[in-house]
């Protein structure tokens, strides 16, 4: 079984930085996809990013040139670089990794946007 270990959450400040990791607990075949998606309290889960196994990449407009999300296909880890945060990108961000099969999650990191 698959395990999906995010790491880089935490207490940021409007207008900070923080980079989220997802590493998987190994090699995974026949990738898809890589991305997060993020959960706000009350609210429904989202996608925030994805990288797709031909290199094309999307956004949710709400982080469009804020968020950068990058791979490392020889450690199957993933990352979303966050940077001028605001208290509305405050949720717990979930990684995800698709292939062919099935798709695996994470546990969730919390990300707190606050002064």
């Known amino acids: 079984q698959v395990q999906l270990v995010e790491s880089g959450g935490g207490l940021v400040q409007p207008g900070g930085s923080l980079r989220l990791s997802c590493a998987a607990s190994k090699l995974i075949f026949r990738i898809d996809a890589m991305g997060w998606y993020r959960q706000a309290p009350g609210e429904q889960r989202e996608l925030v990013a994805e990288?797709?196994?031909?290199?094309?990449?999307n956004y949710a407009d709400s982080v469009k040139g804020r968020f950068t999300i990058s791979r490392d296909n020889a450690k199957n880890t993933v990352y979303l670089q966050m940077n001028s945060l605001k208290p509305e990108d405050t949720a717990v961000y979930y990684c995800?990794?698709?292939?062919?099969?099935?798709?695996?999650w994470g546990k969730g990191t919390l990300v707190t946007v606050s002064s």
């Open positions: 990288t797709q196994s031909g290199g094309s990449t």
């Open positions: 995800y990794v698709r292939t062919v099969l099935s798709t695996h």
